[in-house]
């Protein structure tokens, strides 16, 4: 078990979004519901904690 913070914060985000994306299907709209945070938040931890496959879409306008 890592008792570093930011090892231990990534290791429960991404138990929490595992959790709650079997209980949601899949589905990110729902997943970001059940944890309690906006979708676009949902995409950027998916990123971030390297869950692969679920790209953030672009919304009309949006330059990266």
């Avoid at 290791?11 to 309690?36: K, P, T």
């Avoid at 906006?38 to 009309?60: I, K, N, Q």
């Amino acid at each position: 078990l890592p008792l570093n913070l930011k090892e231990v914060r990534s290791e429960a985000e991404r138990s929490a979004i595992r959790q709650a994306m079997l209980i949601a299907d899949g589905n990110i709209s729902r997943a970001a519901e059940l944890l309690g945070i906006s979708r676009p938040t949902l995409y950027d931890l998916l990123a971030r904690l390297g869950f692969a496959g679920y790209e953030r879409p672009e919304t009309v306008g949006e330059s990266r």
